[in-house]
């Protein structure tokens, strides 16, 4: 029975979302449903990581098949936090859907779109079977190009069409990894993998699929240099959808490549020569293109790009503390930026304009507001101690201790360049005096909104800050649960003996 509760945030979301199918054209109960089974889902979610954080590892295969011939889901300690991350994002991003997203968007079922990609995610996170992590990336590209594009303004439809595009050719690769994968080893379940890749005898073969399964997962990723598809759709729908994306969408990516260099493939030194290089690429390049933009949500997008880099170096790395350092900047990262996409929402909401040239007076006239924003937006530099600081000395200490000099200075220049970028903001923004913008006709402005979707778009905020806050000042639990997902890593074995012992 402990089992099946592996597929529980699956069954939950799934259910959810066909429920509501069948209020479609009812908006308002479609934003109460989404509201409580988010709620539901979280604890679902809740339970299932105390369950794995004092039971271990849990295994199920689909249909009874024994493994590696059937379908395998798994819910270590990694995939079960992501989990919660997931329930946690989700429930903050469907309270503030449904506050913020007009209802012209809601008729076209993005409620229902919305807990189908939480699936995806969910089950891409627990599966143990790497053709089936390639069918749940589809799901998540089909339903993220939907509410992409609902609405059908000519950006989003612009910025839709390089999204799919770019992600297409990922899945094209993956697919094409996962064909040669197959054919070197016979076996598609993650944990029968890790020792048959090992006793293949072409090793160069062996290198260059593993270079496939990271070009697949790097453009998911947004890695330097085929990341040009993010800043380039981010900006484009409503802050809701924006918000998902850039906190979960590329971690999706980030999580694969983690979990297929450590569990299958054995990163060598030319492997990790190639992912530090891409990490301090992505580093530069994100940081580089968040200095230009005026747009304050292609800032974030850009940022999205340029703070992918730290973790990829803790990756690249290949050291335990470097592992750690990688999770828990994950871990930090989702939350942040879920909230900074929510926070620019509101910031709209109240000017009708993203551009910071244009802005000004926050702080003035909305000193508490600006105050709340100032958490996620200060615990993404990294200020201590908040969230963003304590994951970066774990990579700098373990760069220093592996002699990768370069990814040091990668990783402080980044940092000075988010600080900077976000001290800009915070000056055009919140400081200086604005100018004063023509009213647009017919906008939902803040202001013109009831009590009830005021409280909607912010009670997300305050609750992803608490977080945020809790996990800079309570750092000390967060990285022990870095470590442990670190070593799990880096010692797959109870993985692999949880999956092959069913």
Known sequence: ?????????????????????????????????????????????????????????????????????????????????????????????????????????????????????????????????????????????????????IGGEKAQLEGAVKYFTLNILASIVFLTAIAVLYGLTGSLNMADLASKVAAVENRTLVQVNALLFLVGFGIKSALFPLYFWLPASYHTPPSAVSAIFGGLLTKVGVYALIRVFTLIFEVDPFLENVL??????????????????????????????????????????????????????????????????MMSGVIYKIKANHNIRKLGDFYADHPKLSL??????????????????????????????????????????????????????????FWKTGEKLPEVRNFPYFNKLTGIKKAQMLAPIIFLSVVSLYLGFGAGNIQNLAERIAFELMDNQEYINTVLSK
């Open 276 to 341: 530090l290089a891409v990490a301090v690429l992505t580093l530069f390049s994100g940081a580089v293109g968040a200095i230009v933009q005026n747009n304050i949500r292609k800032i974030f997008s850009y940022l999205v790009i340029c703070h992918i880099g730290y973790m990829i170096a803790g990756l690249g790395m290949m050291t335990e503390m470097a592992i750690t350092g990688a999770i828990f900047y994950l871990i930090h990262d989702i939350m942040v930026k879920t909230n900074l996409f």
């Open 372 to 429: 709340l924003f100032a958490i996620p937006l200060f615990s993404l530099v990294g200020i201590p101690p908040l969230s963003g600081f304590w994951p970066k000395l774990s990579l700098i200490s373990e760069g220093w201790n592996t002699d990768n000099f370069i990814v040091i200075a990668a990783i402080i220049f980044a940092s000075f360049i988010t600080l900077f970028v976000i001290v800009k903001l915070w000056g055009e923004v």
């Open 1 to 149: 029975m402990t089992e099946q509760l592996v597929i529980y945030p699956l069954i939950t979301q799934m259910l959810l979302a066909i429920v509501l199918m069948f209020f479609w054209s009812r908006i308002q109960w479609q934003r109460v449903v989404s509201i409580l089974g988010s709620l539901i889902n979280l604890g679902v979610a809740v339970w299932l990581f105390v369950t794995v954080w004092q039971g271990g590892t849990l295994s199920i295969q689909a249909g009874n098949w024994e493994a590696p011939f059937g379908i395998t889901f798994v819910a270590d300690t990694f995939s079960a936090t992501l989990v919660l991350l997931t329930s946690i994002a989700g429930v903050a991003v469907s309270s503030f859907s449904a506050g913020s997203v007009i209802p012209a968007r809601l008729k076209f079922g993005f409620f229902p779109i919305f807990h189908f990609l939480l699936l995806g995610l969910n089950g891409a996170f627990l599966t143990g079977d790497i053709f089936n992590l390639y069918v749940w990336f589809e799901i998540i590209i089909i339903t993220s190009f939907v509410l992409l594009t």
